[in-house]
């Protein structure tokens, strides 16, 4: 019986101790998102889209990163009230990276 209201405390504990985190995680998505892709120079191998990944992930503000080593571009949604598009090229140009912004909004 006690390993049962154990259990039972512990799994009310562990749903309240995740409620705020899933309420962060709306928040987060309800803040003002805005999508850039970006022209990269200098890419000359398969690595150089990790490099330019880790390089974009760094910067506050950045939520997600799809380097596409094809085209040359880089994908990236990120919180307009954190960071902007002078912020994401300075950060690849600093990587050794330079870019140039292909569309300054998503659709
Ligand atoms: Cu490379």
Do not use: H
């Not at 309800?30 to 999508?35: E, P």
């Not at 890419?43 to 150089?48: E, G, I, K, L, Q």
């Amino acid at each position: 019986m006690i390993l049962k209201y154990t259990l039972l405390l512990i799994s009310l504990l562990t749903t309240t101790l995740w409620m705020p985190e899933v309420y962060a995680e709306i928040t987060e998505v309800q803040s003002i998102q805005q999508t850039v892709t970006l022209k990269l120079d200098n890419m000359t191998c398969a690595m150089c889209t990790v490099t330019i990944k880790k390089a974009l992930q760094q910067v506050e503000g950045v939520q997600k990163v799809i380097v596409n080593y094809d085209t040359k571009t880089a994908f990236i949604i990120f919180d307009d009230q954190k960071t902007n598009s002078a912020v994401l090229i300075k950060a690849t140009t600093d990587a050794g990276y330079p870019s140039s912004l292909i569309t300054p909004n998503s659709r």
